[in-house]
């Protein structure tokens, strides 16, 4: 076979996989998940791994320079080196002291060659193709797609999980119970190994409530101590009362609507309206020899009775100078706690920059792999050559101007932003939710776990609804199924609301219920894509479904960048209502669109 007209199964499925990898790195959960591991907040890893959404939501004013500049075969295989170049680029920046500026750097220029990738290969799909192979491997294309995104927010998540949890010392656990009278010191000490950890206190705690006062004592001991120490950051704070060093945007606006979220929504009211408090007891860890560098334990609930939980800081950091010194965390009990109530607390060292970075490596491999691959067996069509169009900036202001032009289109513009006003802001919190412990109001999940359910059940589940939906809008068309398909996608964001509310321990509980979102999410996301492609009929069908979906990742881009500070300002139960209520957009806007019975129906 020549090298026109080769087998189209040599190379669609790996290109289209090849597509979708480094969107779901830079754009959707992996790299939030990564941060959220190594540390950063939910504020900071929110807004800036929202900002990678920033070379798709541009992508519609470069894709003519795309024509112009090199064939689209020559683009596929260049930025596949270039992802896979900046893929090892992000490996070797993680365990540095500086990584979180690096890596943003390097995943936003990954970003921007996924999205140039993303042009040029679907222009080489419909050169390369005649129309009856364009349609027989459509479902081809997008089922691989598919594929590389359960890779991505599953496999890969996984494999950073494992690497999480095998490497570092041997984990400390404590193990509490509901005991009246005094207890007996105990100490652990997991292995034999030169180095590992050790805890005292006492593990069997009275339920009885203790005075307000005493409990204090508690926390500002830990807190006190291990600040001083150095085994937390010192709380710098992020206002000043005064103004002075912030712009008028943190003044007039970020600041005060903080303070007036947080007195509004206040999420740590005691939950007893008397002076005593439940009961609390401390527990010493300790390092057995001194660390060749630092050691970081990740405290969380790992089994037992809900009554228990932790307090202080639930992630402690040993150096080389402060390991001979004693780090300080408390168990809390509540005092409706049945008397043969146990729990069990878990503190886990793996090496989390290694893991990541070691999974960035073999990515970066992968790519690199793509890249030889598609330079030999990529045909080379006739019709794929460099076009050079002198009136290529003309033709793309005309472009432009039709589009902006089309009677109605600042309806179709709000509604493109808003429908997903709710899901854009849960996508940034949903992992987050998981993985948190349940001492903040997260279900405490490894990260194993959580690629298994976001990253493999989710992503199914959104498959199959993606495709039930596409096999309902086509018996009935667009008209008929795109209020089911509204409510589809949004009534089931209630299911994180119950999550954070009853905080299920099940592994299948939480399986089923972000499966159920996900496949609403799949379902009512068909509507959306074909209200895009109803809307970008016309002369140049193309280009303005191409500025469509840039507007579509704008939508996404800037209410996800805000979601990590409300979720850390409100809480995660009011920040999930709220984005049930932002969902109401949506609805009142899908009232006036005005769309064709036909639309959508297959042909007779």
């Avoid at 860890?285 to 560098?293: D, M, R």
């Amino acid at each position: 076979m020549n090298k026109q007209t080769r087998n189209p199964w040599s190379w669609v499925p790996s290109l289209y996989f090849a597509e979708g990898i480094p969107y779901v790195i830079a754009a959707t959960t992996f790299s939030l998940i990564m941060y959220k591991r190594l540390g950063i907040s939910n504020t900071d890893a929110a807004l800036y791994t929202s900002w990678l959404y920033l070379p798709w939501v541009i992508k519609p004013f470069w894709s003519p320079f795309v024509d112009i500049m090199r064939t689209k075969r020559w683009w596929i295989v260049a930025m596949q080196l270039l992802i896979g170049g900046g893929l090892a680029g992000v490996a070797f920046c993680i365990p540095t002291p500086f990584y979180l500026q690096s890596t943003l750097a390097i995943l936003w220029l990954i970003a921007f060659s996924s999205a140039t990738h993303d042009i040029a290969a679907d222009g080489f799909y419909m050169l390369a193709l005649d129309e009856n192979k364009q349609s027989l491997f459509v479902g081809i294309r997008s089922t691989f797609y598919r594929i590389a995104m359960i890779a991505g927010q599953g496999l890969l998540v996984i494999l950073a999980g494992t690497l999480e949890s095998s490497s570092g010392l041997e984990p400390v656990t404590i193990s509490v119970s509901a005991g009246e009278g005094s207890a007996t010191k105990q100490c652990h000490t997991p292995g034999m190994e030169d180095l590992h950890f050790s805890y005292t206190g006492q593990t069997a705690i009275n339920p009885n409530e203790i005075d307000k006062d005493s409990l204090s004592g508690i926390l500002n001991f830990i807190k006190e101590n291990n600040i001083k120490n150095g085994f937390i950051p010192s709380e710098t704070p992020t206002t000043k009362t005064d103004g002075d060093g912030q712009g008028f945007w943190s003044t007039y606006v970020s600041s005060p609507l903080k303070s007036f979220l947080s007195s509004t929504f206040n999420t740590n009211k005691p939950a007893i309206a008397s002076d005593m408090a439940p009961n609390a007891e401390i527990f010493a860890i300790s390092l057995s020899g001194e660390p060749q560098k630092p050691v970081v334990l990740n405290f969380s609930q790992t089994k037992g009775d809900k009554t228990f939980r932790l307090l202080g800081n639930d992630r402690i950091t040993f150096t080389s100078e402060n390991w001979e010194q004693p780090a300080y965390i408390a168990v809390q009990i509540d005092p409706k706690a049945d008397s043969n109530a146990t729990a069990e607390f878990t503190g886990t060292s793996g090496n989390i920059p290694f893991a990541w970075s070691l999974t960035f490596y073999l990515c970066a491999g992968l790519f690199i792999a793509f890249a030889i691959y598609h330079k030999f067996v990529l045909p080379r069509p006739d019709a794929d050559k460099t076009v050079r169009d002198g009136n290529a900036v003309k033709s793309l202001f005309s472009t432009f101007g039709s589009f902006f032009s089309k009677k109605g289109i600042a309806l179709s513009l709000a509604f493109i932003l808003l429908y997903r006003l709710g899901e854009a802001q849960l996508t940034k919190i949903a992992s987050p939710f998981l993985i948190d412990d349940r001492m903040v109001g997260g279900l405490g999940l490894s990260t194993a776990k959580m690629g298994v359910i976001y990253g493999t059940i989710g992503v199914i589940a959104l498959t199959a609804g993606g495709i039930l939906g596409g096999i309902a809008a086509s018996r009935h068309g667009l008209k008929r199924w795109i209020w089911p398909m509204i409510l589809c996608m949004n009534l089931p964001n209630l299911v994180y609301v119950y999550m954070a509310f009853a905080l299920p321990e099940s592994f299948i509980t939480i399986s089923t219920l972000v499966g159920i979102e996900q496949f609403g999410y799949g379902f009512g996301f068909t509507a959306f894509m074909l209200y895009l492609i109803f809307i970008s009929q016309g002369k140049y069908s193309t280009s303005h479904y191409a500025i469509c979906t840039g507007f579509m990742a704008l939508g996404m881009m800037l209410p996800g960048m805000i979601a990590g500070w409300l979720q850390e300002t409100i809480g995660y139960q009011n920040f999930f209502i709220w984005v049930c209520i932002c969902t109401i957009p949506g609805f009142l806007l899908a009232r006036k669109l005005n769309i064709s019975t036909d639309f959508g129906k297959k042909k007779e």
